[in-house]
């Protein structure tokens, strides 16, 4: 009997070794640590992974801010330049119309007259047209004396000469004008033909 009793105070005392063991406060500071250790990196390599997500996620959206802020300049500029062409076309077609009153004004002037406050009166008004246009920005093509340039001249005629260079501009019939860098109207000419030179 005392064997098999000291069988049983073994495996009773193996029995609550076992409970103490899990239940004791050694056991769960083992347990906890041995448990947090690989989790913990696994934890900390989780949320540096995360980091590093939501890192490039920035990026990519700062990216895409700085993109959709240079497509909303670009387009700005755009519209601004669209309106400016659009009001100088717009002006450049008034302008045109005003150009035979220039024209009928420079005849005027041409012709000897003696009323001299007349004269003085129509002068008068040519100067103000003509500052008028310039504050525009249109103003008149140089001709007479010049070299003949197809871009800005309409030669109406050749003329034989030994006068003057060969292609040079002779005689200005009716001014050309431009507005702005944009050509109205070409300047209407005679054209000096030099066969000695």
């Given at each position: 009997m005392g064997k098999s009793n000291g069988k049983s105070d073994v495996e009773k005392a193996g029995l609550d070794l076992e409970h103490e063991l899990p239940s004791g406060d050694g056991g769960e500071v083992v347990s906890e640590a041995a448990?947090?250790?690989?989790?913990?990196?696994v934890d900390q390599s989780a949320a540096?992974?995360?980091?590093q997500k939501?890192?490039?996620?920035?990026?990519?959206l700062l990216d895409r801010l700085a993109r959709a802020q240079a497509e909303f300049e670009n387009a700005r500029r755009r519209a601004a330049k669209e309106q400016q062409e659009y009001r100088d076309f717009a002006t450049s077609d008034a302008i045109k119309s005003?150009?035979?009153?220039?024209?009928?004004?420079?005849?005027?002037?041409?012709?000897k007259s003696e009323g001299s406050e007349f004269r003085n009166g129509?002068?008068?008004?040519y100067k103000q047209l003509q500052d008028a246009l310039a504050k525009l920005g249109v103003h008149a093509i140089a001709a007479k004396g010049e070299p003949f340039d197809p871009r800005y001249h309409e030669a109406i005629e050749m003329v034989e000469t030994t006068d003057v260079p060969d292609h040079a501009v002779l005689d200005e019939?009716?001014?050309?004008?431009?507005?702005?860098d944009r050509l109205l109207r070409p300047a209407m000419v005679r054209v000096a033909k030099n066969p000695g030179k």
């Open positions: 448990s947090r250790g690989p989790s913990a990196a540096e992974t995360e980091l939501l890192k490039s996620e920035r990026e990519a005003l150009l035979p009153v220039i024209d009928s004004f420079e005849r005027a002037l041409q012709v129509i002068e008068l008004i019939l009716q001014r050309g004008y431009k507005f702005k």
